[in-house]
């Protein structure tokens, strides 16, 4: 393709960007991603995946498999670490971490909304309908393969795009399209240097196994996120955490000293940010999206959240939660509610609580539960 053939030139796509304040932008073609096919088979051959994945690898590799028509694709970057994170104080009482990147507001909606503006902006420069198809963490590609070769980062030892600007501390998403754009070059090859592995060294849980490799499936981001019972080897690895890791973010050193992004709705909510554990534990899954519903994670609901902030007060030993953890053990209609108490409360004080942890044993019918109450049996 020659560059007059082009329907959109780059600087025209940098210059909507600015306007919309869009952290970062890129343009590649719809040709498919034939370097990643090999990692993504490597990855689902070796275990690594965690459930959420696009099932379909080719649909993975090669975009004109799900759109057509589609000549172009953009890339777009939201940096979420913004100035006031660095102020973002823990209010008083038993609280726990979210991730950074659940601080504001679900990052799905307001980069859905940046990407239908700039759709909106392409129909306007050219005059006629446009096949827009955006996406946000949801489609099939492999969205750090797109912004790679968009020009939007390099890929890091810790499985994130690392940006020049805002190093790993962005979101990513996708616009689709059958407009002809001038496409970017893409970013260099891995930029880590001589770093000595610092973000496999503080993998809480190992999960990355190798450089540029990540077993999903024992990454603390997915394991807050997962249904049922967490595997008691991961739960102590939690420590306050209630959803998602920043671990491999925090320690990498390409995300010293990077510039904060400025998109409002990513400044830090301090209940998002920091949720009262024993108040997370009273609320309804209605009351839990009322209040928690525009953060990235409420999605999964009360129930998951819920089990979470159990695992955090049994590692902080917090014995003032014993009361509460009692009424759950006896009345909760949820096994893993019921189980993961009983977990907690010989992490807190398994004197104190021996005898009732037992009799919920003798109740108990579920499987799972009745193994996490073991513990108490004479």
């Known amino acids: 393709m020659t560059a007059e053939r082009y329907e959109i030139d780059n ?3 940098q210059r909507l960007a600015e306007e919309l304040g869009i952290d970062g932008i890129g343009v590649t073609t719809a040709d498919p991603f034939e370097d990643t096919r090999e990692h993504l088979t490597n990855y689902r051959e070796s275990g690594h995946e965690s459930g959420f ?3 379909e690898l080719e649909e993975r590799v090669d975009p004109r498999l799900t759109w057509p028509n589609a000549q172009s694709i953009i890339a777009i970057a939201l940096a979420y670490r913004t100035e006031q994170y660095v102020g973002a104080k823990k209010p008083e009482g038993l609280r726990g971490q979210m991730s950074v990147y659940a601080w504001g507001m679900d990052y799905h909606h307001v980069l859905k909304q940046k990407l239908d503006l700039l759709g909106q902006r392409l129909q306007e420069l050219l005059g006629r309908p446009v096949e827009i198809y955006n996406t946000v963490d949801t489609g099939p590609l492999v969205d750090r393969a797109v912004a790679q070769r968009c020009g939007i980062g390099w890929l890091g030892k810790n499985c994130s795009i690392i940006t020049e600007s805002h190093g790993s501390w962005v979101f990513l998403g996708q616009l689709v399209t059958d407009v002809r754009i001038e496409p970017n070059e893409p970013s260099p090859p891995p930029q880590c240097g001589d770093c000595p592995d610092l973000c496999l060294k ?5 999960a990355l196994v190798n450089p540029f490799m ?3 499936s024992k990454c603390l981001s997915y394991i807050t996120q997962m249904k049922g019972f967490v595997p008691e080897e991961y739960r102590a690895k939690f420590g306050r955490r209630l959803w998602g890791c920043d671990t491999c973010q925090v320690v990498c050193p390409k995300n010293k000293d990077v510039s904060f992004g400025t998109t ?9 940010a920091f949720p009262d554990l024993m108040r997370l534990l009273d609320l309804s899954n209605k009351q839990f999206r009322r209040e928690y519903g525009t ?3 409420a999605w999964r609901g009360a129930k998951v959240m819920q089990r979470n902030a159990i695992i955090a007060l049994g590692n902080m030993r917090e014995t003032q939660a014993i009361p509460r953890l009692l009424q759950l053990l006896q009345e909760d209609e949820r096994p893993e509610i019921r189980g993961t108490t009983a977990w907690a409360l010989k992490k807190i004080d398994p004197d104190a609580t021996r005898e ?11 499987p799972e539960a009745k193994q996490e109450m073991l513990w108490a049996v004479p």
Not at 202 to 206: G, L, S
Not at 264 to 272: D, Q, S, T, V
Not at 356 to 366: C, G, I, L, M, W
């Open 295 to 297: 953060s990235a994670a």
């Open 356 to 366: 009732a942890v037992f009799q919920a044993y003798e109740r108990e019918q579920h």
């Open 11 to 13: 600087a025209t796509i």
């Open 214 to 216: 990540t077993d999903s």
């Open 264 to 272: 409002i709705e990513f400044h830090p909510e301090p209940e998002y």
């Open 202 to 206: 503080a993998c809480p849980t190992k």
């Open 53 to 55: 994945e696009h099932p």
